[in-house]
């Protein structure tokens, strides 16, 4: 349909603009403004964009016939044009990055809020909030963005909002390189993904999303994409892989914890990081293109969903866990993405964002309250003392763990769900004869499209696929369960074991941070009331079942347009008791693990110490993160320096001792060439340049003197 | 027999004066050189011992007319060459003569307070910069390898004294001594490689030289002579090679960037490297077009050796500014590793002349790196302790904290440089790996495609120098104390550089109408050529049009 | 391309060779001869040219009359052709052109030499 406010919806634009003006105004006057009018700068930005988030969001359901809502864009102004490279700054509001929108502003209002409690005595405040504000903006472009390009411009913006946050706020050495490395790993990320819009334009020549679309989801014009889909989907899967810390590129986010933790909780847990998740979700119809690339998808976030949790369970920092379960939940996004759920994927994105933000938040809390003591060893006991945040941080705990109303649960068996029974079908004009497709159709969807409403054969590859991702998704679920049960009861529970010094000092947190994780802890309960599972909202009252599949319905429209492929149940229509088992396999796993949590750290405390005994190895390999940073340092970081080294040596010798008279000159002459170094350099360079000229022109003359 | 008549033709066309017309070539360069010589008549009658700033404020001023000229000529360029075929008078050459005039006055303005605090408080400084902006001019609207290379002469000796100009510090004698030796050895080279291609074409006009040696290629039994042209069109490009710092002809640029005074190094590697890469598109493109001495896909002409100097130029450059203390060795590795992308620009841009309008990433590319550079190079200038400059990392400790705002330029600088949007810098990077992108996949030559694909990933290792920049100057305790020399020119400076690295990055429409159409204006080039540029035309016009 | 149209050439190489040879040789035949030191080096501008450069230092003042004399004399170069062509240049009509070009020609020329002037170039000590 067509949208209300064609092209000129300018509510969009503000959403965008209000941040950066906070960020403006903190950035440039904020050392000599009042330090109250500065937290009133940063969160009145935000809630004014927030506010415009609204707007905009009431205006979109407007437009709505019952049916769609269609978009809303904004064209800001024409950015590039230069014959074949067309680009303007515009914007697009649809359910997509309504959803997405809503969670930055809402969330990061919250944790601005927040951080005026937290940073309350740092004396640079004005600045950190500037780069909070900063971010926001870069974050907005990034979802908001109509095109490729914006999207990217936010996608390096927030990356480097993100290291100036990491790296500018403490002056020592490990954090400055955690900045650095958490750069250098996203400009990696950046390149690929660059590359793939490269290649994506240099086909269709557009990078707007609703053209690109268009495309994609016409069966006769998307034979045009599919020879690409494959390497443009790796490509920009690779950028997402480095942005949202999948494997090979997720080794920056658990240093990245260096930064503040009201940024690790805004930028590593809640939006940042799920940019990969969103622009696959954004770009579903090229993926969806090849069987192939979800199947990449689907099986890299599994591995890396089982990997990061098995390194979380070791770990004694309380960031640090946090972290890890960040790269394991976004690992369970990709594979929501990978089994064709985007849906599903969007979901746990946002109660993801509500309870990671509460859990980090509560651990800024502690870690506050503790004076900048992360080290679970040293706590303990900590209920009495901070009972306001004990209790936003079992809720998270609670959320995060899959445990049946909180809105974790819903996500996470959304996504297990749809892992067991997605199968994929695929259907472009002229392509069903190739044999590509015959390859596709064999492994993937025998009974092709016509099969729809009825339970499917699907046979090898397809059904392997499906199991192993539904069951290392099962097993990290519970392992979830436990390693945040296990931190939950280490902080919480059992004796204090902080020195007396640090126990007299233990507080409660001022209310601005309350108000935060209050907000966030009810978000985080609530937040899954939107997507029941299919088999309880089937005995919902009429009235409310739309609303109890909210989430399905609002997205319906973004995600189930194509002509190209579908997504159908195997298990049929209504697999009402199939769906009910898988949900009580998570239900019993996440059990199973906080049992064990329970029985480890707080019955049997002397439990953790004779597995530990047992598993030295094990444990050694775990702690040490599967050694993963060594070999990258080995592999690339080396090299490098070996290479620079190399070449640093041939750029000061190489004409001095091989070239330039050999041996007999240098011992005849040394020591004038010591006293007169410098004019005999200059002979040097001259006796150099001559020489790489030499070589070029033998290269152009005699070109076989080369090989 | 044809060349006995035109060369009698021009003899009767040297003794009629130029049309009226044709004055406007000089007018950039005539009003910068009137500028120089009123300067040192002023100076003559400057008091002793009261500072110079007015001095050096009246040559910005000079230059910013100088500049102004350029835009004011931007619609009455002319299609044929002027003064005896020596000089165009196209917005190609414009573009590069404002250009040159911003560079030299940005770099103007961060002296004054740099030399008071060496004590060498001398006019000469102001003077050996607006001569040398006036060789640049001329340099960038030759159409005759005379007028280049005189050009290029007068371009480059100021520079020689300017390196060398705190001759009490004996390092920038040093650096002074080696550009010159260097210099002057690389300028015989390139007049050898002219005289070369004089014997074999008995012409300097670049168009006839372009005309002649198509005679040559066509005619039998002329190999010897056409050999003698290939050695020539060598020569020529290693000594633009030279004067952009392309590896392996990049061997004087870390010691002379560390002795000379920090604005001339500003100087030396935005408008030098600038104009040499106009020199070299100008004398490449218009004068050896063939495709013999072109080769391209490694058929062994030019443009491969372009390819295999950008890439080594990309690579050397990063990787060894890794290993780097001092910041301004740093900065010159990287400025051979900016030498590698435009390079790389120009490679892929000329391999066809179907992809002559690519050029317009190195224009605006060298845009983006003259503000980006003479901001940091600003920044650095600013600091100074007992006459002494900033100069290695552990020197910038602490600075960015004491001084927000020179935190601020040099963040915006250095995130320019690595290619962050939204400033200049990534826009420029973004073309430049654009159009090499689409050559390879228009030409599905892979070898462009790799080229780019190298470019970006030493891009990527590059932004671990520069961030060291920025943790230096904001998280590494202060080691020595360093004073800002308080002064307003470095100020409007640095402001200026850091206004333009954001307004390319996030405006950059007009700049990249403005370069297009400096491409499209472009003169003397092949029919071939011309075709690709009428289309541009036609595009530019419709789209002007559409608005 | 005849050998005949380099007679013109090979005669006057010729003659230059006798020319000078006769000279040195009348020289060394004719001349008396009282050497000094400074007789027997080569003309460098005063200074030593095989010395080391640390032992002996030069003054600069012969450099700034070298310079300045070949400055002036390469004026002189430029200028004497102009004012035997001037004529035919009057005659086609082009007069002022070509004057006013040697004019701006000579002006910045006397603008360096006030500027030398005012330097102290001009001085010997």
Same mark, same amino acid.
């Given at each position: 349909?067509?949208?209300?406010?064609?092209?000129?919806?300018?509510?969009?634009?503000?959403?965008?603009?209000?941040?950066?003006?906070?960020?403006?105004?903190?950035?440039?006057?904020?050392?000599?403004?009042?330090?109250?009018?500065?937290?009133?700068?940063?969160?009145?930005?935000?809630?004014?964009?927030? &506010?415009?988030?609204?707007?905009?969001?009431?205006?979109?359901?407007?437009?709505?016939?019952?049916?769609?809502?269609?978009?809303?864009?904004?064209?800001?102004?024409?950015?590039?044009?230069?014959?074949?490279?067309?680009?303007?700054?515009?914007?697009?509001?649809?359910?997509?990055?309504?959803?997405?929108?809503?969670?930055?502003?809402?969330?990061?209002?919250?944790?601005?809020?927040?951080?005026?409690?937290?940073?309350?005595?740092?004396?640079?405040?004005?600045?950190?909030?500037?780069?909070?504000?900063?971010?926001?903006?870069?974050?907005?472009?990034?979802?908001?963005?109509?095109?490729?390009?914006?999207?990217?411009?936010?996608?390096?913006?927030?990356?480097?909002?993100?290291?100036?946050?990491?790296?500018?706020?403490?002056?020592?050495?490990?954090?400055?390189?955690?900045?650095?490395?958490?750069?250098?790993?996203?400009?990696?990320?950046?390149?690929?993904?660059?590359?793939?819009?490269?290649?994506?334009?240099?086909?269709?020549?557009?990078?707007?999303?609703?053209?690109?679309?268009?495309?994609?989801?016409?069966?006769?014009?998307?034979?045009?994409?599919?020879?690409?889909?494959?390497?443009?989907?790796?490509?920009?899967?690779?950028?997402?892989?480095?942005?949202?810390?999948?494997?090979?590129?997720?080794?920056?986010?658990?240093?990245?914890?260096?930064?503040?933790?009201?940024?690790?909780?805004?930028?590593?847990?809640?939006?940042?990081?799920?940019?990969?998740?969103?622009?696959?979700?954004?770009?579903?119809?090229?993926?969806?293109?090849?069987?192939?690339?979800?199947?990449?998808?689907?099986?890299?976030?599994?591995?890396?969903?089982?990997?990061?949790?098995?390194?979380?369970?070791?770990?004694?920092?309380?960031?640090?866990?946090?972290?890890?379960?960040?790269?394991?939940?976004?690992?369970?996004?990709?594979?929501?993405?990978?089994?064709?759920?985007?849906?599903?994927?969007?979901?746990?994105?946002?109660?993801?964002?509500?309870?990671?933000?509460?859990?980090?938040?509560?651990?800024?809390?502690?870690?506050?309250?503790?004076?900048?003591?992360?080290?679970?060893?040293?706590?303990?006991?900590?209920?009495?003392?901070?009972?306001?945040?004990?209790?936003?941080?079992?809720?998270?705990?609670?959320?995060?763990?899959?445990?049946?109303?909180?809105?974790?649960?819903?996500?996470?068996?959304?996504?297990?769900?749809?892992?067991?029974?997605?199968?994929?079908?695929?259907?472009?004009?002229?392509?069903?004869?190739?044999?590509?497709?015959?390859?596709?159709?064999?492994?993937?969807?025998?009974?092709?499209?016509?099969?729809?409403?009825?339970?499917?054969?699907?046979?090898?590859?397809?059904? /392997?696929?499906?199991?192993?991702?539904?069951?290392?998704?099962?097993?990290?679920?519970?392992?979830?369960?436990?390693?945040?049960?296990?931190?939950?009861?280490?902080?919480?529970?059992?004796?204090?074991?902080?020195?007396?010094?640090?126990?007299?000092?233990?507080?409660?947190?001022?209310?601005?941070?309350?108000? &935060?994780?209050?907000?966030?802890? /009810?978000?985080?309960?609530?937040?899954?009331?939107?997507?029941?599972?299919?088999?309880?909202?089937?005995?919902?009252?009429?009235?409310?079942?739309?609303?109890?599949?909210?989430?399905?319905?609002?997205?319906?429209?973004?995600?189930?347009?194509?002509?190209?492929?579908?997504?159908?149940?195997?298990?049929?229509?209504?697999?009402?008791?199939?769906?009910?088992? &898988?949900?009580?396999?998570?239900?019993?796993?996440?059990?199973?693990?906080?049992?064990?949590?329970?029985?480890?750290?707080?019955?049997?405390?002397?439990?953790?110490?004779?597995?530990?005994?047992?598993?030295?190895?094990?444990?050694?390999?775990?702690?040490?993160?599967?050694?993963?940073?060594?070999?990258?340092?080995?592999?690339?970081?080396?090299?490098?320096?070996?290479?620079?080294?190399?070449?640093?040596?041939?750029?000061?010798?190489?004409?001095?001792?091989?070239?330039?008279?050999?041996?007999?000159?240098?011992?005849?002459?040394?020591?004038?060439?010591?006293?007169?170094?410098?004019?005999?350099?200059?002979?040097?360079?001259?006796?150099?340049?001559?020489?790489?000229?030499?070589?070029?022109?033998?290269?152009?003359?005699?070109?076989?003197?080369?090989? | 027999?044809?060349?006995?008549?035109?060369?009698?033709?021009?003899?009767?066309?040297?003794?009629?004066?130029?049309?009226?017309?044709?004055?406007?070539?000089?007018?950039?360069?005539?009003?910068?050189?009137?500028?120089?010589?009123?300067?040192?008549?002023?100076?003559?009658?400057?008091?002793?011992?009261?500072?110079?700033?007015?001095?050096?404020?009246?040559?910005?001023?000079?230059?910013?007319?100088?500049?102004?000229?350029?835009?004011?000529?931007?619609?009455?360029?002319?299609?044929?060459?002027?003064?005896?075929?020596?000089?165009?008078?196209?917005?190609?050459?414009?573009?590069?003569?404002?250009?040159?005039?911003?560079?030299?006055?940005?770099?103007?303005?961060?002296?004054?307070?740099?030399?008071?605090?060496?004590?060498?408080?001398?006019?000469?400084?102001?003077?050996?910069?607006?001569?040398?902006?006036?060789?640049?001019?001329?340099?960038?609207?030759?159409?005759?390898?005379?007028?280049? =290379?005189?050009?290029?002469?007068?371009?480059?000796?100021?520079?020689?004294?300017?390196?060398?100009?705190?001759?009490?510090?004996?390092?920038?004698?040093?650096?002074?001594?080696?550009?010159?030796?260097?210099?002057?050895?690389?300028?015989?080279?390139?007049?050898?490689?002219?005289?070369?291609?004089?014997?074999?074409?008995?012409?300097?006009?670049?168009?006839?030289?372009?005309?002649?040696?198509?005679?040559?290629?066509?005619?039998?039994?002329?190999?010897?002579?056409?050999?003698?042209?290939?050695?020539?069109?060598?020569?020529?490009?290693?000594?633009?090679?030279?004067?952009?710092?392309?590896?392996?002809?990049?061997?004087?640029?870390?010691?002379?960037?560390?002795?000379?005074?920090?604005?001339?190094?500003?100087?030396?590697?935005?408008?030098?490297?600038?104009?040499?890469?106009?020199?070299?598109?100008?004398?490449?493109?218009?004068?050896?077009?063939?495709?013999?001495?072109?080769?391209?896909?490694?058929?062994?002409?030019?443009?491969?050796?372009?390819?295999?100097?950008?890439?080594?130029?990309?690579?050397?450059?990063?990787?060894?500014?890794?290993?780097?203390?001092?910041?301004?060795?740093?900065?010159?590795?990287?400025?051979?590793?900016?030498?590698?992308?435009?390079?790389?620009?120009?490679?892929?841009?000329?391999?066809?002349?179907?992809?002559?309008?690519?050029?317009?990433?190195?224009?605006?590319?060298?845009?983006?790196?003259?503000?980006?550079?003479?901001?940091? =190079?600003?920044?650095?200038?600013?600091?100074?302790?007992?006459?002494?400059?900033?100069?290695?990392?552990?020197?910038?400790?602490?600075?960015?904290?004491?001084?927000?705002?020179?935190?601020?330029?040099?963040?915006?600088?250095?995130?320019?440089?690595?290619?962050?949007?939204?400033?200049?810098?990534?826009?420029?990077?973004?073309?430049?790996?654009?159009?090499?992108?689409?050559?390879?996949?228009?030409?599905?030559?892979?070898?462009?495609?790799?080229?780019?694909?190298?470019?970006?990933?030493?891009?990527?290792?590059?932004?671990?120098?520069?961030?060291?920049?920025?943790?230096?100057?904001?998280?590494?305790?202060?080691?020595?104390?360093?004073?800002?020399?308080?002064?307003?020119?470095?100020?409007?400076?640095?402001?200026?550089?850091?206004?333009?690295?954001?307004?390319?990055?996030?405006?950059?429409?007009?700049?990249?109408?403005?370069?297009?159409?400096?491409?499209?204006?472009?003169?003397?080039?092949?029919?071939?050529?011309?075709?690709?540029?009428?289309?541009?035309?036609?595009?530019?016009?419709?789209?002007?049009?559409?608005? | 391309?005849?050998?005949?149209?380099?007679?013109?050439?090979?005669?006057?190489?010729?003659?230059?060779?006798?020319?000078?040879?006769?000279?040195?040789?009348?020289?060394?035949?004719?001349?008396? +001869?009282?050497?000094?030191?400074? +007789?027997?080096?080569?003309?460098?501008?005063?200074?030593?040219?095989?010395?080391?450069?640390?032992?002996?230092?030069?003054?600069? +003042?012969?450099?700034?009359?070298?310079?300045?004399?070949?400055?002036?004399?390469?004026?002189?170069?430029?200028?004497?052709?102009?004012?035997?062509?001037?004529?035919?240049?009057?005659?086609?009509?082009?007069?002022?052109?070509?004057?006013?070009?040697?004019?701006?020609?000579?002006?910045?020329?006397?603008?360096?030499?006030?500027?030398?002037?005012?330097?102290?170039?001009?001085?010997?000590?």
């Amino acid at each position: 349909m067509e949208p209300l406010y064609s092209d000129s919806f300018y509510f969009l634009g503000l959403i965008v603009l209000m941040p950066l003006l906070g960020a403006i105004i903190n950035g440039l006057f904020g050392a000599k403004l009042p330090r109250n009018l500065v937290n009133w700068v940063a969160c009145g930005a935000m809630a004014l964009s927030f &506010a415009f988030a609204l707007v905009s969001l009431q205006a979109l359901v407007n437009q709505g016939n019952g049916e769609e809502v269609g978009h809303l864009s904004y064209t800001a102004f024409q950015w590039i044009f230069s014959g074949s490279l067309n680009a303007e700054i515009a914007f697009l509001f649809d359910p997509l990055s309504a959803v997405l929108v809503l969670i930055i502003t809402g969330v990061g209002l919250l944790i601005h809020i927040y951080s005026t409690g937290y940073m309350a005595e740092d004396p640079s405040k004005w600045r950190y909030f500037a780069y909070l504000n900063l971010f926001v903006f870069a974050m907005l472009l990034l979802a908001l963005g109509k095109n490729m390009l914006v999207t990217f411009i936010g996608w390096e913006g927030v990356g480097m909002a993100s290291y100036l946050l990491i790296g500018f706020w403490y002056s020592d050495a490990d954090k400055a390189a955690a900045g650095q490395k958490a750069f250098i790993v996203n400009r990696v990320g950046d390149f690929f993904f660059l590359l793939g819009m490269f290649i994506l334009y240099f086909t269709v020549g557009t990078w707007d999303y609703l053209e690109l679309e268009a495309l994609a989801t016409n069966t006769a014009t998307a034979a045009l994409l599919l020879p690409v889909a494959l390497p443009v989907g790796v490509l920009i899967f690779l950028g997402c892989t480095g942005k949202s810390a999948q494997i090979p590129l997720y080794v920056w986010l658990p240093d990245a914890m260096a930064g503040p933790t009201p940024v690790s909780a805004l930028i590593h847990a809640a939006t940042m990081v799920t940019a990969g998740v969103f622009l696959l979700s954004r770009i579903n119809w090229i993926f969806t293109l090849d069987p192939n690339l979800m199947a990449i998808v689907a099986v890299v976030g599994s591995l890396t969903a089982l990997m990061a949790a098995t390194i979380a369970i070791v770990q004694t920092d309380i960031k640090k866990v946090l972290a890890y379960s960040t790269v394991s939940q976004l690992g369970f996004m990709f594979m929501a993405v990978g089994v064709g759920s985007f849906t599903a994927a969007v979901f746990h994105l946002m109660t993801h964002a509500f309870f990671k933000a509460l859990l980090f938040l509560a651990a800024g809390s502690v870690i506050h309250g503790m004076h900048h003591e992360q080290d679970m060893r040293k706590m303990g006991g900590l209920k009495k003392y901070m009972p306001w945040t004990h209790a936003a941080f079992l809720i998270g705990t609670l959320a995060i763990a899959g445990v049946p109303f909180f809105a974790g649960f819903y996500s996470k068996d959304f996504i297990l769900w749809s892992a067991l029974s997605n199968v994929h079908v695929l259907n472009v004009v002229g392509v069903l004869e190739t044999a590509q497709m015959e390859m596709f159709t064999t492994t993937l969807a025998p009974a092709v499209v016509a099969a729809e409403g009825h339970a499917l054969e699907v046979l090898g590859g397809a059904l /392997f696929i499906n199991w192993f991702v539904f069951i290392v998704g099962v097993l990290t679920a519970g392992l979830t369960a436990f390693y945040m049960f296990r931190a939950y009861f280490m902080t919480f529970h059992g004796e204090c074991r902080a020195d007396e010094e640090t126990k007299s000092h233990i507080h409660e947190s001022p209310s601005a941070m309350l108000v &935060a994780l209050l907000v966030l802890s /009810f978000l985080s309960v609530v937040g899954g009331y939107i997507g029941w599972p299919h088999f309880i909202a089937a005995v919902f009252p009429k009235g409310l079942k739309y609303y109890a599949l909210g989430l399905e319905h609002w997205l319906a429209e973004v995600f189930v347009v194509s002509d190209t492929y579908r997504v159908i149940g195997r298990f049929g229509e209504h697999p009402y008791l199939a769906e009910g088992l &898988a949900a009580a396999t998570s239900v019993i796993i996440a059990g199973v693990g906080i049992g064990l949590a329970y029985l480890m750290y707080v019955k049997r405390t002397d439990l953790p110490g004779v597995i530990h005994a047992r598993v030295t190895k094990l444990h050694y390999v775990l702690s040490n993160k599967y050694f993963v940073d060594e070999g990258y340092f080995a592999a690339f970081v080396r090299p490098t320096l070996l290479i620079g080294k190399v070449m640093t040596w041939f750029d000061k010798n190489i004409i001095s001792g091989l070239l330039v008279g050999g041996a007999a000159f240098m011992t005849q002459n040394l020591g004038r060439i010591l006293r007169n170094l410098q004019s005999g350099n200059v002979q040097r360079y001259a006796t150099y340049i001559s020489l790489a000229l030499a070589l070029v022109v033998l290269a152009i003359f005699y070109p076989g003197c080369l090989a | 027999m044809t060349m006995q008549l035109l060369s009698t033709l021009n003899t009767l066309a040297m003794l009629t004066p130029p049309q009226g017309a044709e004055f406007a070539a000089i007018v950039p360069g005539m009003i910068v050189t009137l500028v120089a010589l009123a300067f040192i008549l002023i100076d003559v009658f400057h008091r002793k011992g009261t500072p110079r700033d007015y001095l050096a404020y009246f040559s910005v001023i000079g230059l910013g007319v100088g500049a102004a000229s350029s835009w004011y000529l931007w619609d009455g360029t002319l299609e044929a060459p002027t003064f005896f075929g020596m000089l165009y008078l196209d917005r190609f050459a414009l573009f590069f003569s404002a250009l040159a005039c911003v560079s030299g006055a940005l770099a103007i303005l961060c002296s004054p307070a740099v030399l008071r605090s060496h004590r060498m408080d001398r006019g000469e400084y102001y003077l050996l910069v607006l001569f040398s902006v006036v060789g640049m001019i001329f340099m960038a609207a030759s159409a005759d390898l005379l007028s280049l =290379f005189i050009a290029f002469e007068i371009m480059s000796i100021p520079i020689y004294v300017l390196a060398g100009f705190l001759r009490e510090d004996s390092r920038s004698a040093e650096a002074s001594m080696k550009y010159f030796v260097l210099g002057a050895f690389s300028a015989a080279l390139m007049l050898y490689g002219i005289a070369l291609i004089y014997g074999a074409t008995g012409t300097t006009n670049l168009e006839m030289i372009a005309q002649n040696l198509y005679y040559l290629e066509g005619g039998e039994g002329q190999h010897a002579g056409f050999g003698l042209a290939m050695l020539g069109v060598l020569l020529i490009f290693s000594g633009f090679a030279f004067k952009v710092a392309a590896v392996p002809f990049h061997i004087w640029t870390p010691d002379v960037y560390t002795g000379s005074p920090t604005p001339v190094v500003g100087f030396m590697a935005t408008a030098v490297k600038a104009i040499a890469f106009a020199g070299l598109l100008r004398v490449f493109v218009v004068a050896f077009p063939l495709d013999v001495l072109r080769g391209g896909f490694f058929g062994y002409g030019w443009i491969d050796i372009a390819f295999a100097l950008a890439a080594f130029s990309m690579v050397l450059g990063n990787v060894v500014a890794l290993l780097q203390n001092n910041v301004k060795r740093m900065l010159a590795y990287s400025s051979i590793a900016h030498a590698g992308y435009l390079l790389l620009g120009f490679t892929a841009a000329n391999a066809h002349p179907r992809f002559f309008l690519h050029n317009d990433a190195i224009l605006f590319y060298l845009v983006a790196y003259t503000f980006g550079t003479i901001g940091s =190079f600003a920044v650095l200038s600013y600091f100074s302790r007992r006459g002494e400059s900033v100069e290695t990392f552990e020197d910038l400790g602490q600075l960015g904290i004491k001084y927000p705002m020179m935190g601020l330029v040099m963040g915006i600088s250095i995130f320019s440089a690595a290619g962050i949007p939204p400033t200049a810098g990534f826009l420029g990077k973004f073309y430049i790996f654009r159009s090499a992108i689409d050559v390879g996949m228009q030409t599905d030559e892979f070898s462009f495609i790799g080229l780019a694909i190298l470019g970006v990933l030493s891009s990527v290792a590059g932004v671990y120098y520069y961030l060291k920049v920025l943790i230096y100057m904001y998280m590494k305790p202060e080691k020595r104390a360093f004073r800002p020399l308080e002064h307003t020119g470095p100020k409007v400076a640095m402001v200026v550089c850091a206004v333009m690295t954001l307004y390319l990055g996030i405006f950059p429409a007009r700049a990249i109408e403005i370069t297009q159409e400096s491409i499209i204006d472009f003169q003397g080039v092949s029919s071939a050529v011309q075709a690709t540029l009428d289309l541009g035309q036609q595009a530019l016009e419709a789209r002007q049009a559409a608005e | 391309m005849l050998i005949a149209n380099y007679i013109p050439l090979i005669l006057l190489v010729l003659v230059a060779i006798a020319v000078v040879g006769g000279i040195i040789f009348a020289a060394e035949f004719f001349g008396p +001869k009282n050497p000094t030191r400074e +007789k027997l080096m080569p003309y460098e501008s005063g200074s030593d040219p095989l010395s080391e450069p640390q032992a002996s230092r030069f003054s600069v +003042k012969f450099y700034m009359v070298a310079i300045s004399f070949i400055l002036f004399d390469l004026e002189t170069v430029f200028v004497i052709p102009w004012a035997m062509s001037w004529r035919e240049s009057a005659a086609m009509g082009h007069g002022f052109y070509s004057f006013a070009v040697m004019a701006l020609f000579l002006a910045i020329l006397t603008i360096g030499l006030v500027y030398e002037w005012s330097q102290g170039g001009l001085e010997w000590d």
